[in-house]
């Protein structure tokens, strides 16, 4: 199913009370200071302990959000073509309770299966507070994935204000800039992966600063995933990643599922350039690669990466296709 209209990439469903120009929390849930007798000093009692137990999770979400942004330990990353804006390393946050509600709820989202927060482990105020922290304009999070031979994947959180989205970049030292792999946005571009290629990212970190958990590794990979021949383990595959950031055991089967089935890029499939397109009129390459190309319209990976043959070998065997 091709993708249609605009989608939110992050929290679209989350409370929107912790969004710009929304109102603020009622804080007049008080209990009166005048209390006439004693029935009426237990009526105030027992109204002002509703009041409190009625809160709106929104107020716990931003206190959440104070104390997550205020103990947030990070460091500035430097990435070609982002040198003025606040780049920051990102791992720490993946130890937020709502950190993975906020990362995949909206992937989950489909026709038939509408995910919640306690499907990924969470409550609402706690899958705010992570995805209010996630996309605060003045620090965007960058996830490293360090790959083998020196490549590195980055998932930058592009927290502009009128074009926010989530990029994913793969980079080399020895490259000028990272190429696309790609962007979740409205005006998105992708898939950016097949799923041999993020199975092989998964289970095989490089050396270098990053997450080298294999199922980590693999659910932070899952939105850049687009690939028609899914194996048909694949979503027991993505069940055991989820058991591991403690979802639900009755739920992980469904939201594997729906995980893999969302429509944002398509059912694209991937070849090797000097077989040829699979959609025909495809000529061999006279210098064949192992790196796959994408038959996705809004893929980045139609094209080559413009390497050199050794860079584009070593390419090859950190995306798990050199053979």
Not at 51 to 76: D, E, I, T
Not at 148 to 165: F, S
């Amino acid at each position: 199913m091709a993708a249609t209209g605009r989608r939110r990439p992050l929290g679209h469903r989350l409370s929107p009370a912790l969004r710009p120009g929304t109102a603020q929390p009622d804080r007049s849930l008080r209990p009166s200071p005048t209390v006439p007798s004693a029935a009426g000093a237990s009526a105030a009692t027992s109204a002002a302990t509703a009041g409190c137990q009625a809160r709106p999770a929104r107020l716990r979400a931003r206190a959440n959000y104070r104390r997550v942004s205020a103990g947030w330990q990070h460091a500035p990353v430097l990435i070609p073509g982002y040198e003025d804006n606040p780049l920051t390393t990102g791992e720490e946050l993946l130890t937020l309770p709502g950190f993975w509600a906020a990362y995949l709820l909206w992937l989950a989202e489909g026709e038939d299966f509408d995910p919640e927060p306690a499907q990924f482990g969470t409550d609402g105020a706690d899958a705010d507070a992570a995805y209010e922290t996630l996309n605060d304009p003045g620090a965007w999070p960058v996830l490293r994935l360090p790959l083998e031979h020196g490549h590195t994947i980055q998932i930058v959180h592009r927290n502009l204000p009128d074009d926010a989205g989530i990029d994913f970049l793969l980079a080399h030292p020895d490259w000028a800039r990272p190429g696309s792999l790609a962007s979740i946005e409205g005006h998105f571009a992708g898939p950016g992966l097949a799923w041999r290629e993020l199975t092989h990212l998964a289970r095989h970190p490089g050396n270098g600063p990053g997450i080298t958990d294999p199922r980590v590794r693999l659910l932070l990979l899952l939105p850049a995933l687009g690939d028609a021949d899914l194996p048909s383990d694949a979503a027991v595959t993505v069940a055991s990643a989820l058991a591991a950031i403690g979802t639900p055991p009755q739920v992980r089967a469904t939201l594997a599922q729906a995980l893999l089935d969302h429509p944002f890029w398509g059912s694209p499939a991937w070849y090797f350039e000097g077989a040829g397109s699979p959609l025909g009129g495809g000529s061999p390459a006279t210098g064949v690669s192992r790196v796959l190309r994408c038959t996705g319209d809004h893929s980045p990976r139609t094209v080559r990466f413009g390497l050199s043959a050794d860079q584009d070998t070593r390419l090859a065997e950190a995306l798990g296709t050199a053979c």
